[in-house]
């Protein structure tokens, strides 16, 4: 029997020939990565935003854990792949834009019109960025979310996707969750979380 290829998989391996650094894989998330990742949330999380949706495997899941369409928002910075992400996800708020501008993208489209986020989960490369560039794009981030919120990403790299130094900057703590073999190229889940400002 011939394989099929994932919903989205050629118009993401096209992008990544455009710009492999912008578009941090060859292929779309495995469904053992999305469960990892969604395995992270916390309880009871209703609210979440996906920094980097692809071609939807990670925004697929989401909405199959129960997130509602209206309560989750995806950022995607790359046009081909917003467009896709439109037309297969057309009750879901998808916004194109830059992760670094997160809040003002958010509050203009009435995403936080209903509170924060409880999560935000993210596919972005950021293991390749400058040091200035995951701080904007984190700092962002946790502008977006509740206290005690989750910022749920993956990497392919064995170090963590965050600088120390950034890490130490924004007062985030850092816990390593699956590795998850199953994917392609093998993919480790990080936790962060914004350690509660001294009184």
Same mark, same amino acid.
């Given at each position: 029997?011939?394989?099929?290829?994932?919903?989205?998989?050629?118009?993401?391996?096209?992008?990544?020939?455009?710009?492999?650094?912008?578009?941090a894989?060859?292929?779309?998330?495995?469904? @053992? !990565?999305?469960?990892?990742?969604? *395995?992270? +949330?916390?309880?009871?999380?209703?609210? /979440?935003?996906? =920094?980097? $949706?692809?071609?939807?495997?990670?925004?697929r899941?989401?909405?199959?854990?129960?997130?509602?369409?209206?309560?989750?928002?995806?950022? @995607? !910075?790359?046009?081909?792949?917003? *467009?896709? +992400?439109?037309?297969?996800?057309?009750? /879901?708020?998808? =916004?194109? $834009?830059?992760?670094?501008?997160?809040?003002?993208?958010?509050?203009e489209?009435?995403?936080?019109?209903?509170?924060?986020?409880?999560?935000?989960?993210?596919?972005?490369?950021?293991?390749?960025?400058?040091?200035?560039?995951?701080?904007?794009?984190?700092?962002?981030?946790?502008?977006?979310?509740?206290?005690?919120?989750?910022?749920?990403?993956?990497?392919?790299?064995?170090?963590?996707?965050?600088?120390?130094?950034?890490?130490?900057?924004?007062?985030?703590?850092?816990?390593?969750?699956?590795?998850?073999?199953?994917?392609?190229?093998?993919?480790?889940?990080?936790?962060?979380?914004?350690?509660?400002?001294?009184?």
């Amino acid at each position: 029997m011939k394989a099929h290829p994932k919903p989205g998989a050629w118009t993401f391996f096209r992008q990544w020939l455009k710009n492999p650094l912008r578009v941090a894989a060859v292929a779309p998330s495995s469904a @053992e !990565l999305a469960a990892a990742m969604i *395995a992270e +949330l916390p309880d009871n999380a209703a609210r /979440v935003i996906e =920094l980097g $949706g692809g071609t939807g495997a990670i925004t697929r899941a989401l909405l199959a854990a129960g997130i509602r369409d209206p309560d989750l928002l995806v950022l @995607e !910075l790359n046009e081909e792949l917003h *467009a896709h +992400l439109q037309l297969r996800f057309p009750q /879901v708020p998808v =916004l194109l $834009g830059d992760a670094r501008m997160l809040p003002a993208l958010a509050r203009e489209q009435g995403y936080l019109a209903a509170g924060p986020a409880d999560a935000i989960v993210s596919g972005l490369g950021l293991l390749t960025m400058p040091h200035p560039l995951q701080r904007d794009i984190l700092a962002a981030a946790f502008q977006c979310l509740r206290p005690g919120g989750v910022f749920v990403q993956f990497t392919y790299g064995p170090a963590a996707p965050v600088a120390d130094a950034v890490a130490r900057q924004l007062s985030l703590r850092v816990r390593r969750g699956e590795f998850v073999l199953r994917n392609v190229p093998p993919a480790t889940v990080y936790v962060y979380t914004r350690e509660p400002a001294t009184p």
